[in-house]
């Protein structure tokens, strides 16, 4: 890594975390990247856009470069204060996974570390991406630099749903067994097509389609609309990295979903996989969406939706933490979605046992929360469906007291 393409990671870095709320003039982030050959560029992110001035070459007495011989994969390090992590920080000496897209990028546990030491550092990365640091906030390793905000943002998001879930009776560890497996298939799976937008407008980028029929008019359509409402969806908050997805009955025979694994920034209408829905047969495009299974199983027992929106929203992560509904007497959620959000009981994602549970707490509402895990809604567009998750993130935060 050069320093001209470190300097240029560094302000891609700077612009996601500030969209993230992550960073701030306050609230500065130590950043380390590391490059093929050992090299190590040190940055301390502001508020204010980078210049080339304020990137150094890492020297080993920054405490927290520790984590590079910690975790020898890393290509990137985050020190973070976050605005819920300080306090988990200050009581608790670990945070178990309460939702399953901590298990699987950060670990079972975050812990917490006392001090900012290599003995510290040590101890609470075994085995583990991310931990707590008291009075500091959050380390962050990643593989890239796309997983280490992913990891921010999510260690972040599990700070927030542990101390929000106090107001509804508190929040409920993902079953231990499902948390272990998630987050070994998590690790075992990720490849390049996991990187982020930095990694891959770098890398050249495999043909999206290779045996499909001309599209429709219709179809085209579609496939701009998947696009627009992902980055939406992700612009606002509603999906983190490359967690959540989207699917559209194209006819009786198909529908149109997010691939596996892309990030939502440098997503295509290309990139829209065409899936059958008898088989779910997808020939020689992307990988579609792992959920393909419960979009389609949604299809096939409503007649009346025509996409449905899988998201890991915030607040409304804190109530399938809690495995509690979502109630509204009145408000737009009563009109999208009905007065009663409901928790779908557990199961492993992409299952059959999850569309099960998941349908089974639809009934002919428009969403449903899963537990431990996201939400469903849906809608007979993707208007309808996009409408329906602000709906319910809005009518969450109510609940909540925000």
């Not at 940055?43 to 910690?70: K, N």
Request: proline share 3%.
């Amino acid at each position: 890594m050069t320093k001209s393409q470190a300097a240029k990671a560094f302000l891609e870095l700077t612009a996601q975390l500030k969209h993230e709320g992550l960073l701030s003039e306050t609230n500065p982030v130590r950043a380390a990247l590391r490059g093929d050959d050992g090299e190590i560029f040190f940055a301390e992110l502001s508020g204010a856009d980078m210049t080339m001035q304020e990137i150094v070459t890492g020297e080993q007495q920054e405490p927290f470069f520790y984590a590079f011989t910690i975790k020898p994969e890393a290509k990137a390090l985050l020190l973070i204060s976050g605005t819920y992590a300080p306090e988990i920080g200050k009581k608790m000496r670990a945070l178990t996974a309460e939702l399953d897209d901590m298990a699987q990028i950060v670990g079972l546990t975050a812990r917490v570390a006392s001090a900012l030491t290599p003995e510290e550092i040590a101890r609470c990365l075994r085995g583990r991406n991310s931990c707590f640091v008291k009075d500091e906030g959050m380390l962050i390793t990643g593989r890239a630099v796309s997983e280490a905000v992913t990891g921010a943002i999510l260690l972040e998001k599990a700070a927030m749903t542990h101390i929000l879930a106090k107001k509804i009776g508190g929040a409920k560890r993902v079953p231990l067994f499902s948390a272990a497996l998630m987050h070994f298939i998590y690790q075992k799976k990720y490849s390049k097509i996991n990187l982020g937008a930095e990694e891959q407008k770098t890398q050249e980028r495999q043909p999206a389609t290779t045996d499909l029929p001309a599209q429709t008019e219709r179809e085209r359509e579609i496939r701009a609309e998947i696009v627009a409402y992902g980055r939406r969806l992700q612009e606002e908050g509603l999906l983190q990295g490359t967690w959540g997805n989207l699917a559209v009955r194209l006819d009786e025979t198909h529908m149109l979903c997010t691939p596996s694994g892309l990030d939502y920034r440098i997503l295509t209408p290309e990139d829209i996989v065409k899936v059958e829905l008898s088989t779910l047969d997808y020939g020689t495009q992307r990988k579609p969406t792992s959920e393909k299974r419960l979009h389609r199983d949604i299809f096939a027992c409503r007649a009346d939706v025509g996409a449905v929106i899988h998201t890991h929203a915030k607040l409304c992560g804190a109530f399938a933490a809690a495995r509690k509904s979502i109630c509204c007497i009145e408000g737009e959620m009563k009109s999208r979605i009905g007065d009663e959000m409901r928790c779908a009981g557990h199961a492993l994602p992409s299952t059959k046992k999850l569309s099960k549970v998941a349908i089974g707490a639809l009934g002919e509402r428009n969403g449903c929360l899963l537990m431990n895990h996201g939400v469903i809604c849906c809608g007979k567009d993707l208007e309808g469906a996009y409408l329906a998750c602000k709906a319910a993130e809005t009518a969450a935060g109510q609940q909540l007291g925000l």
